[in-house]
């Protein structure tokens, strides 16, 4: 069966990925900047659920709907000093080399042409197609077989020495790699446990991509590639590099607003919190996280033990704990809103629902409601006018870091 990036058969599963490429039909209208967007702060653990929460609004929670709104802030928390808080963060800075990668990946591969290579072994950059099983004590295990699979070596697709273990294979000749699956990983039956891997070499080609130039990256655009419209190479090296910069700057802010929520919330007393506000936080959580999980084709159960290492009730006790930390977060915010007069106005409402109509493509405000809780958008925006008033009276240190 393929699947736009290969030939993969209905037995070969994303078990034996390291991770996962976007494929060729995505990169037309799917490009995601994942290096350093929330996926480096789940790595990273900083505001690990504050940034992902506060990235989406589009909160399905079909139990509680309490709100801000039908609450006082005041009765829940008793604040401790707001302003003048200080906060150390690491200023990041877009990685040299991006840029090149991503024009590379999503735009130059997969117009790649592929010559076949008939006088030589397998080297690095070539593309192997391969027949392969993997056996865990001896039985083969679900998702370590594929046949006619088309894998470039050294780009890093399968598990840490599958790639390597193919370098200087001949065509037809059969190799049996022995290997260990990282831990954390995606399956914990494997997390951690030695395979073998018997792989046969069917054919090897080098994949030739086009030389990018202006015209190349105007067909890109008449083919329906999301390239920000751009018409030259200046033009989409600029586009993409602004893509890495949103982020890296998203990251940037996301970890200044941490710092300083958790020192106020450590300043100020909290009263026993609304269980059901809670409750749509946790939920809200839930659902955000499945959606990026889902958008880069894992379970919620696979991302998390992906990135953070956690099975289901240490995922589930995460998001309990990061779902009090929320409401405590946005009833101190309520609290500061309502002392310094920040209460989002109704044009500014109306503003942020024209934002997220042109944002996400909708064309209207009724359709735009049906995706989008309106009293979240509220809630946020709040959340937005409060933080931008702690950052303008607080006290930030910045330290030259690069994003890895």
Known sequence: MKDGC?????????????????CCRDRKNRLQIYDLGNEEIMKRKIGVIAAVFASSLFLTACGSKEYLKDIKAEKYVTLGEYTGIEAAVSKLEVPEGVVDSYIYDNYLEPKAEKVPVTDRAVQEGDVANIDFVGYHDGTAFDGGTGADYDLTIGAGQFIEGFEEGLIGAAVGEKRSLNLTFPDPYTN????????VFEVTVNSISESRAPELTDEFVKQLGEEGYNTGGAQTVQELNDWVYDLYDQSVQSTYDNEVETALASTIMENSTFQELPEELVERYITSIENNMSV??????????????????????????????????MAKQYIMYQAIADKEGLAPTEEEVTEEISALMTLYGYASKEELEKSVDMESVKEDLMRKKVVAFLKENGKIQETAAAAE
């Open 6 to 22: 290969g030939k993969i058969k209905d037995n070969c599963m994303v078990t034996i990925l390291r991770r996962r490429r976007i």
């Open 188 to 195: 914990p039956d494997l997390a951690g446990e030695d395979v």
């Open 292 to 325: 990026r999980a889902a958008s880069i084709g894992m379970s919620l159960a696979q991302y998390m033990q992906l990135y953070q290492g956690l099975d289901e009730a240490g995922y589930r006790a995460l998001f309990d704990e990061e779902g009090v930390r």
